[in-house]
Each structure stands twice: as C-alpha cells, then as structure tokens.
C-alpha cells in the first residue's frame, strides 16, 4: 500500500484552519475575558448550538484544556462549594455562577461540551479585581471646597 503526503501552499492551510476554527467557534461561544470582583461572584454563559443540547457540558479550571480540572459538570454535580453550572437546553446555554471569588479563581477557565471524538471547548480568562463595588453620588462642591482650590490656584501663580 502506498503511502500519499498531501502539501498544501501555506495560504490553503492558512485558509483551512480559519474554516475549521469558525465552525468549532459557531458550534460554542463564550467571552474571551471576564472581570470579578474578590468576594463578588461571577456569571458566564457559554451558548451552543442546539444540536448539542443533550450533551454534557463542563466548567474546567486551568491554562491548557487538556489538563484542565473539572470545576463543575452537568447534569450530576451542578454543585459544589463556590459554584454551580445550569444548562438550559431550550435556549441552547449553559451558565456557570463562581461566589466567593478569591485571587486564586483568577485563571483560565473552559467551557466544554464533552462528545465522542473531540470535545468542543471555549477559553475564558478570569480575572479578580481587589475593588470593592460601591455606588457614586455625584454631588456639586461646596464653598469650602471651591475656596480651596481658589486659595491654592493664587499660590501656584506666585
């Protein structure tokens, strides 16, 4: 039996790649980056294609997928101390919930849908923010305040 080596000009292969990169991407999408803040939590939804509704779907944590540990799974373990996954397969999207989140969440996670072959699988990076969430109220200066910028503006003239 003969053996064929198929080569491709580099702007075929270039081109393939894109091809198969946008179908995976279609198939799962998920945001590249998501921002929390230390004791906050976080929700990310991965959205699929309905084909895959029946499928498992995951949440792993690390920076190379094929060593990722599994963070939560679906349909057993939705759950675990800090976070949870639901998968709403009429919609076509799974979300992950992460409470409590502490400066060791901050990592490359994975939405995966698990299938025979490869598995289907999005990167999001978590990131943790140390501010702490408060509301502002915008309020006009007071006379103080603007005698004391009058009074600082004279001296830098001098």
């Not at 944590?61 to 057993?76: N, R």
């Not at 992950?96 to 999001?124: H, Q």
């Not at 140390?130 to 200066?141: E, I, K, L, Q």
Request: proline share 4%; hydrophobic share 35%.
């Amino acid at each position: 039996m003969k053996s064929v080596c198929l080569h491709l000009h580099p702007v075929a292969y270039f081109a393939l790649s894109l091809m198969f990169m946008e179908q995976c991407w279609s198939q799962l999408s998920a945001p590249d980056m998501v921002t929390g803040t230390y004791n906050g939590s976080v929700t990310i939804s991965c959205q699929y294609d309905l084909q895959f509704k029946e499928n498992t779907k995951y949440w792993c944590k690390g920076s190379v997928y094929e060593l990722c540990a599994i963070v939560v799974k679906t349909p057993k373990n939705r759950f675990n101390d800090r976070s949870s996954i639901v998968d709403d397969q009429e919609a076509g999207v799974f979300t992950v919930t992460m409470t409590s989140l502490r400066k060791p969440d901050e990592d490359r996670y994975w939405c995966v849908i698990a299938r025979s072959g490869r598995n289907i699988f999005r990167r999001v990076k978590l990131l943790i923010s140390n501010a702490v969430p408060f509301s502002t109220v915008a309020t006009p200066p007071t006379t103080t305040q603007i005698n004391s910028l009058l009074i600082l503006e004279q001296e830098q003239t001098r």
